[in-house]
């Protein structure tokens, strides 16, 4: 089994370590230990009480994820609770780093806690599809009222030891050595006759909650605007619910046995621990080991200080690492560094930061008008318009200033690395570094690797991105890398949908409805419909040569309608809304696109509008990995989670397309290549392959 409890005897009390390198979660092993060593200080009459902390940089991470679904071995966590629940001599938990899930659920089964101030405290549960399932929905309110236990469970997110203090969580922060503290914390109440204290049978702040039934109410309006589409956060809510009308704690921990099966049993538990070990495999590049040189990355500079150049900007601002901004003319300069600033201060309005946090940013921001000024950067960020000939240009000056070894990157969202690293004398430190919009937001970033790339600047860029805090991805250089290029397919289908019977609206409503944050005429509007309209324009290109995907847009855009800078395009916004409205005009613009175009119009159903949208990116997610683009099919997913709102309780693309079956796909791909024809629906011979075997692209991940 996994994972040990060391137990060890120090005078009156007994010590247990628990050890299940590298945080210590509940596997079968340390469930064992936990009820061993309980048992051994209950029997040895010399103890008088109990320490229990953990090794290395964990107290408890949580139930050991990898079990889910697997046969269980050793006793139950719940066992182990209920014994360490029954001592008759007092528990004291030293959490000396996370407490996490089930982790933090046994300290609160503890008399007491006593925490490292560096210590984080969290009941992440939700983040993967379930709810504290050992007693923490029962517990934490008894602890510390409903409406803060509510608002700790159903955010996830960790807080550090000082706050679960202040919070009530932890009864003692201990500086200094965390185990000397909790000996003498632990003596001192073996002084004052070693008090027990069991929150199970605490009811004063539950009693109290009763008189607000509000509390759920509110919990229920956040969690729908944080959590659309969740299955988690209602059974969560049921259950504190159940805490704090039941009264009866042993009732209420059936509540939560009841609601946390649902959850384990729901696919979206399955889909998001998906993504929870996606996002760490997705570090893991086979040819590039953990152990790669990786050069520091102390100053930066950006090319461009437009809406990407500002962004990405920031984002060294925000990681503390001193950045300059090279732009063309004063002006353009001006405008960029002025939204730089506006933007931190949107933040200051919000109370996301404060005035001395702005400061502290925009004095690590440097503009220059000359390319000079960026040699001693450790990485140059080329963030210009997309075009190949510039950005070569753009290259071939900046490696005449950088310094030797800096990291030579392009921002571009699916131009040719290699030709950029062709302009340079040292192809070996160039990459793709692609940065999504608001770059400073946005937690992907695409890194993108040329032929001659260096595994060092591969390392050095992977490690980056931790630094900058995002979720990198590796992808090979094809055009449009991973993201954008799958989603070629999923626009024009969209836009050939509307031609045949749809409408934009049908369309949007469908993909909101799937758990996108936006459809694919919501996001033109956003992105701006003039843009594909003047370089179309710009080229010289025939209207009979526009694609009839097209037509809407550039039709829209003669009439000056933009999409929400000009608050018209697919949708009406009404002055300063982000909400669009629905508008017969673009209806009828439509319907007479159809007629020009000889197409007659007809229902196209919902599920159809969802397939269509959806399986050509699949598709083509089948073509990037038989290329070898993307390593693997999760960071298919990856990318398409954090770059595009994939909704992440279907575990992004892939993940989501085997649990349609490859088999359906693939039938589909082939009905609609029979009724509207078209390389779209040419099955990848991947997704053939995996389909006929009856496989999935779960197999592929080695
Ligand atoms: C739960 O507790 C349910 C209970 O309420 C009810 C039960 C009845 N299990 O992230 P890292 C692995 S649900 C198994 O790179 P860091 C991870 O995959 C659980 N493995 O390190 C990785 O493996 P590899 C609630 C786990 O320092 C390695 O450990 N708890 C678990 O950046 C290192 O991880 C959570 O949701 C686990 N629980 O961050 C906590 N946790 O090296 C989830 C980690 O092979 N964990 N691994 O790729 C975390 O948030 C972070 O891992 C943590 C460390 C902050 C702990």
């Known amino acids: 089994m996994k994972g040990t409890v060391h137990y060890s005897v120090d005078g009156d009390l007994a010590i247990m370590t628990v050890d299940n390198p590298p945080v210590n979660p509940l596997s079968g092993g340390v469930r064992q230990g936990l009820a061993d060593g309980v048992g051994a200080a209950l029997s040895d009459n010399a103890i008088k009480a109990v320490i229990l902390t953990g090794a290395g940089r ?17 006793p139950s966590l719940h066992d182990c609770l209920a014994r360490m629940e029954a001592s008759t001599k007092p528990i004291v938990a030293a959490l000396n780093g996370t407490a996490f899930g089930g982790g933090l659920e046994v300290a609160l089964c503890c008399d007491y806690r006593v925490a490292a101030p560096s210590a984080p405290v969290g009941l992440p549960e939700v983040k993967l599809g379930l709810l504290p399932g050992a007693g923490g929905t029962q517990r934490l309110p008894r602890l510390i009222g409903a409406e803060k236990a509510l608002d700790f469970i159903l955010s996830g997110d960790p807080i550090p030891g000082p706050m679960a203090k202040e919070l009530g969580i932890v009864d003692e922060l201990i500086e200094g050595d965390l185990l000397d503290g909790a000996k003498a914390f632990a003596r001192d109440l073996i002084a004052t006759g070693g008090p027990l204290r069991k929150i199970r049978d605490e009811a004063d702040k539950v009693m109290a909650d009763r008189a607000d039934p509000e509390i759920f109410t509110r919990a229920r309006q956040k969690a729908s605007r944080r959590s659309r589409g969740h299955f988690a956060p209602e059974q969560i809510i049921q259950c504190v619910e159940a805490a704090v009308n039941s009264g009866d704690f042993t009732d209420g921990l059936a509540v939560e046995a009841a609601r946390f099966a649902q959850c384990l049993n729901h696919p979206q538990r399955a889909a998001l621990i998906h993504v929870f070990f996606s996002e760490r495999e997705v570090a893991k590049i086979p040819d590039v080991p953990r152990d790669t040189a990786t050069s520091n990355i102390e100053s930066a500079a950006v090319i461009g200080c437009g809406t990407m150049g500002g962004g990405i900007t920031m984002c060294f601002a925000n990681a503390g690492i001193a950045v300059t901004v090279l732009e063309m003319n004063q002006e353009a300069l001006d405008r960029g560094l002025g939204v730089i600033k506006r933007n931190y201060d949107i933040q200051v ?13 925009m004095s690590l921001i440097t503009g220059t008008l000359q390319y000079a000024d960026l040699a001693r950067a450790d990485v140059i960020v080329e963030a210009i318009y997309e075009n190949i000939d510039v950005k070569v240009e753009t290259f071939k000056k900046i490696d005449e200033i950088a310094k030797p070894g800096a990291i030579l990157a392009s921002n571009t969202s699916g131009l040719d690395i290699d030709r950029m690293a062709e302009a ?9 570094l692609h940065f999504f919009s608001p770059a400073n937001i946005m937690r992907l970033l695409e890194v993108v690797r040329g032929k ?7 390392a050095t860029s992977m490690k980056l991105a931790k630094t900058l805090g995002k979720i990198a991805v590796l992808s090979g250089n094809a055009p449009g890398f991973i993201g954008n290029r799958m989603l070629a397919g999923y626009t024009r289908q969209a836009g050939e949908i509307i031609l045949q019977g749809a409408t934009p609206y049908q369309v949007d409503n469908v993909l909101l409805g799937f758990g996108m944050p936006m459809g694919p005429f919501q996001m033109n509007d956003l992105v701006g419909l003039d843009l594909g309209w003047r370089a179309r324009k710009l080229s010289g290109m025939r209207p009979e040569d526009v694609p009839i995907t097209a037509r809407v847009a550039d039709k829209l855009c003669e009439l000056e309608r933009f999409g929400q800078k000009t608050n018209r395009g697919y949708y009406i916004y009404p002055e300063g809304s982000r909400a669009g409205q629905p508008d017969p005009e673009v209806v009828e613009i439509v319907e007479q696109t159809s007629a020009e175009l000889g197409i007659e119009r007809s229902e196209v159903d919902d599920d159809e509008v969802l397939k269509r949208c959806l399986y050509p990116m699949i598709n083509e997610g089948a073509r990037i990995l038989e290329a070898g683009i993307a390593i693997r099919p999760c960071d298919i997913d990856i990318v398409y989670i954090n770059g595009y709102g994939f909704p992440e309780v279907t575990g992004g693309p892939m993940f989501w397309a085997d649990q349609q079956g490859l088999a359906n796909i693939l039938a589909d791909l082939e009905r609609f290549g029979e009724l509207y024809g078209g390389d779209a629906w040419t099955p990848a011979p991947l997704l053939t392959k995996l389909a006929t075997e009856g496989s999935s692209f779960a197999s592929l991940q080695g």
């Open 452 to 458: 001659d790339t260096d595994k060092t600047t591969i």
């Open 424 to 432: 340079t004398s040292r192809p070996g430190d160039v990459i793709g």
């Open 58 to 74: 964990a107290f408890i991470a949580g139930a050991d994820i990898s079990e889910f679904g697997a046969k269980p071995e050793g």
């Open 349 to 361: 309005s919000r109370g996301r930061m404060t005035d001395t946090d702005v400061d502290a940013r």
